[in-house]
């Protein structure tokens, strides 16, 4: 099949492809290499940025690195024996993705700069109608969305915040021009990005106050240098990285008893853990207190630097937990009438992550959206497909995120589970694949009895859930998810041959 030019679509016609991919981060580019492997070269990944590497391209804050070891985060097809650190950094990642794009001919079907709008499935012809915001427009039989979880950056509403009179950004997306030494800088949240950028930049500010509203749990992180004799070894004996990678990916999948029950023996465990490297690192009792959580470890993501406690134990350095009032342009007040004067306010605040797949507009059969059906809560069966929207498949959608181990194992399982079902579309021209509201009712109240038991449902505030719905988190281990993952089951899809459609008609 030919490949097919990303960059058309302006025309008044639309293009026609087999498939339109959303997203060129992790999920887009893999889902594209496994296409190619299929044979299928006839698709476009839409991308709205200039680059490809998704969260790995938006999150260039300094410090900003994965907090899975790179010889696991990686893709188990295409190992690079040749990382720098345990736990790479954000450019490293981002070359690697880069590379992969490269590697595997993807570029040629990237439209960068192409931010999706809106995509309509079309029930009499089977194909899903995409349209980009600047109007091109693409028909495919299959949609493959990689939009991710983590891409809309969240502030909250907190009053006289566009009357500041100095400089701020949110940390996924960092001002580079911005010279921060010097500066009075303030951190709103100290969560997962915020503790990998403040040990960069307390060393530069005069003074830097973090607003922490909760406290979360650290443990320690084994980064270290991998040197060019390694890397060597590496090359000669990929034995060795494998071993590494397998070692890596059981030390973490050890951790899931740890989620499954809060309270259990392996949460102890943890909870030990996280708590002897706090007194390890921090010797004032108060701030001790201060950094120590309220909440069952784990249910809110754990975190993993060496590097935090250490940079809050600076004398430039203070935390401050009284609630933020205002913002006013010199700085902030907190509720007490403290007022802070600053330069600069970073937001470390987090993400939109409620609104799965937002903004694009999705319609499924019989016209309806996928937001009003996903607007208490997002849910899909096997986090892949969702019941009313054929021949559609999500990319790390609703309940595939994790606490415990690398997501790009979970998006190489979707994978190859949504492979055999694109096969199975295209080899008996259906014109759609759609599973059975009953079978994705029944997945999810399974999946919800069981997250009931999880650490997730005790009593914290996390991204992790929507409106108490926990949306975002696989309920097992992730050798629970691949057992569930590789056995394809046609019977649970409503399957419509083009001719059957014809003669409905
Ligand atoms: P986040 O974990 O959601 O943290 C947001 C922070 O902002 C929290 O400290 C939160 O406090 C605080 N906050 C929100 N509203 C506030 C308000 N009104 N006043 C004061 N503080 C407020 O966001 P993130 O740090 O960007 O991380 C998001 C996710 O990205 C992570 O959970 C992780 O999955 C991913 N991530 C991964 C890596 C990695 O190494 N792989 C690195 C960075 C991020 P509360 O805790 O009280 O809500």
Known sequence: ?????????????????????????????????????????????????DSVGGTWYDNCYPGASCDVPS???SYSFAPNPNWTRAFARQPE???????????????????FGTEVAGAAFDETAGTWRVAAADGRRWTARILIVGAGQLNRPWTPDIPGKDGFAGVQFHS???????????????????????????????????????????????????????????????RRFPILRKALRL?????????????????????????????????????????????????????????ITDDYYP?????????????????????????????????VIVWGTGFETAGFLMPIDI?????????DVWAKGAEAYRGVTVTGFPNMFVMYGPNTNLGHNSIIFMSERQMDYILPLIDTILARD??????????????????????????????????????GKITNNWSGSTIEFWRQMRRVDLDSYELVPRERSKAAA
């Open 430 to 467: 259906l014109v759609l694949l759609d599973v059975k509201p009953e079978v994705q009712a029944a997945y999810n109240r399974r999946l919800q009895d069981r997250l009931a038991s999880t650490v997730w449902a005790a009593d914290c505030g996390s991204w992790y859930k929507h409106d």
């Open 172 to 234: 996924a997306r960092w001002n580079r021009d911005i010279d921060l030494t010097g500066q009075r800088v303030a951190s709103i949240g100290n969560g997962a990005s915020a503790v990998q950028y403040i040990p960069e930049i307390a060393p530069l500010a005069e003074k830097l106050t973090i607003f922490q509203r909760s406290s979360n749990w650290i443990i320690p992180r084994p980064d270290e240098e991998i040197t060019p004799a390694q890397h060597a070894r590496f």
């Open 93 to 111: 990642i981002l070359a690697y993705f880069r590379d992969i794009a490269d590697r595997y001919g993807l570029n040629a079907h990237i439209g």
């Open 311 to 343: 940079a809050v134990c600076r004398p430039n350095v203070e935390i401050v937990t009284e609630p933020i009032a205002r913002i006013v342009p010199e700085g902030i007040e907190t509720a007490s009438g403290r007022r802070i004067p600053l330069d």
């Open 247 to 303: 070692l890596i990916y059981s030390i973490n999948e050890s951790r899931w008893g740890a989620f499954a029950r809060a309270g259990s023996w392996a949460s102890k465990r943890l909870e030990k853990m996280a708590r002897d490297h706090l007194a390890a690192q921090v010797h004032d009792p108060k701030l001790r207190e201060t950094l120590t959580p309220d909440y069952p470890i784990g249910c809110k993501r754990i975190l």
């Open 1 to 49: 099949m030919a490949e097919a030019d990303p960059r058309a679509g302006a025309a008044a016609e639309a293009t026609r492809v087999t498939a339109v991919i959303v997203g060129a981060g992790m999920s887009g580019l893999l889902a594209g290499i496994k296409l190619k492997e299929r044979g299928i070269d006839d698709f476009v990944i839409l991308e709205r940025s």
């Open 71 to 73: 010889h696991l985060y």
């Open 363 to 371: 319609t499924g059969r019989a016209g309806q959206r996928l937001h």
